[in-house]
């Protein structure tokens, strides 16, 4: 778990961070579950991703709907890379 994974790290490091988090979690068999505010991070995310050809990958938002319950908000990696070449928010519905 990496919470605002994107802290301390320069913008132009942040795709650099996200190849070596797919690569050591690939080699150790683990699930990363990292947090972030940050466009420029998720941009990234998805970028590196298809890349590397990493299919396995989800988004998840969560969000809280009108009666003011926390909702989670699934996105699997195609769904994900559409939303983001379509420049489409995905931070917060």
């Known amino acids: ?38 466009k420029e991070c998720i941009n990234s995310y998805s970028k590196v991703a298809k890349k590397m050809r990493e299919d396995d990958i989800s988004f998840i938002n969560l969000s809280k709907n009108k009666q003011n319950e926390v909702i989670a908000i699934v996105l699997d990696s195609e769904m994900f890379h559409s939303e983001i070449e379509q420049n489409h928010e995905v931070r917060a519905w």
């Open 1 to 38: 778990y990496l919470d605002e994974i994107e802290n301390g790290i320069h913008f132009e490091n942040i795709d650099k961070l996200w190849e070596i988090i797919f690569e050591v979690s690939k080699k150790q068999n683990i699930q990363v579950f990292a947090t972030t505010h940050s």
